[in-house]
């Protein structure tokens, strides 16, 4: 069973800089698993932030971007605002099935 | 504006069936291949099962495959989760989602509570 692992919790101040996560039970995770993230606030359904990596929807502010780094798909965002503490989910694709990762809990403090 | 609105919820016993509904509205609905994610109480998300735009190509997560069936009605703006054989991990808030392109949803609808239980 494929697994894949984000970190629980990241702590990030106003106005800082934070990268998320997303690493894949099978290695390395490659462009070819069409890495997207999505944030969540609570009672709200996920809001889809960047796919393929790196490409952001006509919605997703400029603070945040997505990479390939170190094996991983990455979501960092720079300049954190308020309203940028969330839960974020990373989901990876595996051919005919796709996998979310456990999330990310993002506090702004 | 594009629409995405869950019905078809509620609470049912294990071993008892339900059929989820998702009413598009606000795009070419037979354009676009659909998701079923879910999402347990706390816990992170999970997919369900996906759709082309022809039902010519449907996969399951292996949690749900021969118990669940996705399907949808392209006449009637409307994908559907037939669940049976329901379980209490089966307990989760139940989204469907629009893929705008390959690997790619925007789209999400509000989602829709289903809970098992005795």
């Known amino acids: 069973q494929t697994v894949v692992t984000q970190e629980p919790s990241l702590t990030v101040s106003p106005g800082g800089t934070v990268t998320l996560t997303c690493a894949s039970s099978t290695g390395a995770v490659t462009s070819g698993y069409y890495p997207n993230w999505f944030q969540q606030k609570p009672g709200q359904a996920p809001r889809p932030l960047i796919y393929s990596t790196s490409n952001k929807h006509s919605w997703t502010p400029a603070r945040f971007s997505g990479s390939l780094l170190g094996g991983k798909a990455a979501l960092t965002l720079s300049g954190v605002q308020p309203e940028d503490e969330a839960e974020y989910h990373c989901?990876?694709?595996?051919?005919?099935?796709?996998?979310f990762g456990g999330g990310t809990k993002l506090t702004v403090l | 504006e594009v629409q995405m609105v869950e019905s078809g919820g509620g609470l049912v016993k294990p071993g008892e069936s339900l059929r989820l509904s998702c009413a598009a509205s606000g795009f070419t609905f037979s354009s676009y291949s659909m998701k079923w994610v879910r999402q347990a109480p706390g816990k992170g998300l999970e997919w369900v099962s996906s759709?082309?735009?022809?039902?010519?190509?449907?996969n399951y997560a292996d949690s749900v495959k021969g118990r669940f069936t996705i399907s949808r009605d392209n006449a009637k703006n409307s994908l559907y989760l037939q669940m049976n054989s329901l379980r209490a991990e089966d307990t989760a808030v139940y989204f469907c989602a629009r893929y705008s392109g390959v690997a790619k949803s925007d789209y999400w609808g509000q989602g829709i509570l289903v809970t098992v239980s005795s």
């Open positions: 759709i082309s735009t022809d039902s010519s190509f449907i």
């Open positions: 989901l990876l694709y595996y051919g005919g099935t796709q996998v």
